[in-house]
Antibody, heavy 117, light 108 residues
Framework: QVQLQESGPGLVKPSETLSLTCSVS????????WSWIRQPPGKGLEWIGY???????SYNPSLKSRVTISVDTSKTQFSLSLRSVTASDTAVYYC???????????WGQGTTVTVSS | DIQMTQSPSTLSASVGDRVIITCRAS??????LAWYQQKPGEAPKLLIY???SLETGVPSRFSGIGSGTEFTLTISSLQPDDFATYYC??????????FGQGTKVEIK
């Protein structure tokens, strides 16, 4: 079965770029959309965006100016880049697969990113 | 953007109770709605997609109904494993995706 695993730095300085990678195992990266979602401490879920295996993307308008999501099919992974971070970007970041009926049907365990100097 | 409003924000219930959570969209999303369950320290888990389709492996005590702007998630007989926070999410292809603010189901 498909499994997702997030990786990347747990601490990022303000104004720098947050970079995370999600590795896909146990299944194909093709024919699906792949998404990033975040959850600030004690708060709800926020959709960041998704990338199709072809490379086409859709982003949350509130983050669009700072976000890039890309896919590397040869490595079966996709990535998140969030520029100019502030403390409000501190959150647990999840990667997830968009199922054929568009629900987020497979999730990574999440990775905590703290923005602090 | 489409706003999703869940009610109630917190719900206190006992094992065996019937539980109903409501999600309202600020504009029509047809049936492009999913429900998730999240327990502390865990990733969300998909329960329902397309408003009423039960995800494989999810117990049949969970059900969803609705279309347009009004949706409900029902747990027919609350079990100890069901105490968690529940989120709705719209995935209208013409709009950015958004989640509801969550409904925490607590032990009464």
């Amino acid at each position: 079965q498909v499994q997702l695993q997030e990786s990347g730095p747990g601490l990022v300085k303000p104004s720098e770029t947050l970079s995370l990678t999600c590795s896909v195992s146990g299944g194909s990266i093709s024919d699906y959309q792949w998404s990033w979602i975040r959850q600030p401490p004690g708060k709800g879920l926020e959709w960041i965006g998704y990338v199709y295996y072809t490379g086409s993307t859709s982003y949350n308008p509130s983050l669009k100016s700072r976000v890039t999501i890309s896919v590397d099919t040869s490595k079966t992974q996709f990535s998140l880049s969030l520029r100019s971070v502030t403390a409000s970007d501190t959150a647990v970041y999840y990667c997830a697969r968009v199922g054929m009926a568009n629900g987020l049907d497979v999730w990574g365990q999440g990775t905590t990113v703290t923005v602090s100097s | 953007d489409i706003q999703m409003t869940q009610s109630p924000s917190t719900l206190s219930a006992s094992v065996g109770d019937r539980v109903i959570i409501t999600c309202r969209a600020s504009q029509s999303i047809n049936s492009w709605l999913a429900w998730y369950q999240q327990k502390p320290g865990e990733a969300p888990k998909l329960l329902i997609y397309q408003a009423s389709s039960l995800e494989t492996g999810v117990p049949s005590r969970f059900s969803g109904i609705g279309s347009g702007t009004e949706f409900t998630l029902t747990i027919s007989s609350l079990q100890p494993d069901d105490f968690a926070t529940y989120y709705c999410q719209q995935y209208n292809i013409y709009s950015p995706w958004t989640f509801g603010q969550g409904t925490k189901v607590e032990i009464k």
